[in-house]
């Protein structure tokens, strides 16, 4: 997609062809909003003007180009946690997303990079690069094209980023991370921001998710099996009963941060807090929709179990019920002590943020 300045974007909902949704998805039912509720003229006309207002204030805050944005965020930390929280502007979400993840500051940092690894490298992974593109959201309008613009894209960031850190190389549930991001920015801009993830900008860096071994993941299941034990001990016992652990469910909420098969419309929004606060917030909303649906799930037999974990109702995907829930569960302490613990039992080697020898370009820790 084009990249677009700030100042180019208006408020309101995306206008669509007859068939998408404002996000660009095959529509499943023509009647009903992005959250599954039927929504009258009225209430568009309602959400339309509540959103106008949100985006005065965003832009307020971020100032022209950004120049507002680190000053705002020492000022008013809490302010800026609680309107993520609520949700990022849908026109201004890309933008932000740079600026809260600190791949703005990467991307200024490094002019010509990325086109050298675009253009003038080769990487070993770009058969499988080519082999996968088509699974990446193909019911979305920018990658349906074979060849089409998305999917060169795609092709694009996704060889970049296996030529840049060659330890990594390509692996398929990086794509639906720059799926996600090409959605909202341009080339650059989406492999930038994959750096910054994958290298640790800000957070800790989540490379380990798609080293050899998958090491990040086993310790996330690690993490997340003790706090469904410790929070839920009735379903963690039903668990254990029907020989349920989290890698039969849970992998795929780690290494694409809900953006495979999660409704688009909740993924955002948990994308919005994942860029500002870490990885703890898909803890956190893993806990919550099994809080969410715990009465239900301790009912069913192994089967049943499986099927209701990669399905929840869509009663459940409702972000203004889900994310609430999932924002009064406090785990960062206990989730460092489990990392210790993690550490301990599988030795120094599985600490991902420590596997790779080849270090981000420069100052990428000064943000």
């Known amino acids: 997609m084009e990249k677009k300045r700030i100042d180019d974007y208006e408020p309101g909902p995306v206008p669509s062809p007859r068939g998408l949704d404002r996000f660009g998805f095959i529509k499943q039912d023509a009647n009903t909003s992005e959250g599954g509720v039927k929504t009258s003229r009225s209430a568009h006309e ?36 609680r309107r993520i929280r609520k949700g990022i502007p849908d026109c201004l979400r ?24 675009v253009i003038y490298e080769t990487s070993a ?16 309008v920018f990658f349906q094209q074979r ?11 996704l060889k970049a980023y296996s030529v840049f850190d060659r330890d990594v190389g390509y692996v398929q549930g990086m794509g639906f991370l720059a799926g996600l991001l090409l959605l909202y920015m341009s080339e650059e801009d989406a492999f930038w921001l994959l750096v910054a993830l994958l290298k640790g900008a800000v957070h800790a860096p989540m490379e380990g ?43 795929q909420w780690f290494i694409t941060v809900f953006s495979y098969s999660f409704p688009f419309h909740l993924a955002l929004r948990i994308w919005d807090v994942f860029l500002y606060e870490g990885v703890k917030i898909v803890f956190k909303v893993g806990l919550a929709l099994l809080m969410y649906c715990h009465d239900d799930l301790v009912k069913l037999p192994f089967e ?12 459940a995907m409702n972000p203004d019920t889900l994310l609430p829930l ?11 002590e489990l990392k210790e613990e993690y550490e301990k039992k599988n030795g120094k080697m599985s600490r991902s943020g420590e596997h790779s020898k080849k270090p981000i370009l420069p100052s990428i820790h000064s943000n």
Request: some cysteine; aromatic content about 12%.
């Open 304 to 315: 049943k179990l499986i099927h209701a974990l990669k399905n929840f109702p869509e009663d």
């Open 147 to 157: 060849h089409g613009p998305g999917q060169r894209s795609l092709y694009n960031v």
């Open 209 to 251: 998710l798609y080293l050899t071994g998958l090491p990040l993941v086993q310790q996330y299941l690690f993490q997340f099996e003790r706090l469904v034990r410790e929070r839920l001990p009735k379903l963690g016992e039903h668990f254990s009963e029907e020989c349920i652990n989290p890698s039969m469910y849970a992998s």
């Open 46 to 81: 309602h959400e339309r003007i509540k959103e106008g207002r949100r985006v005065r204030k965003w832009r307020k805050m971020i100032g022209v180009g950004g120049s507002d944005w680190k000053h705002y965020l020492r000022r008013k930390p809490y302010v800026v946690k």
């Open 94 to 117: 890309g933008f932000v997303w740079q600026l809260i993840s600190g791949s703005r500051d990467l991307l200024l940092m490094n002019p010509g990079v990325y086109e050298q690894l």
């Open 326 to 336: 999932a924002y009064s569960i406090k785990i960062t302490k206990r989730l460092e």
């Open 125 to 140: 992974s770009e058969l499988d690069i080519i082999r996968d593109i088509s699974r990446t959201f193909p019911s979305h």
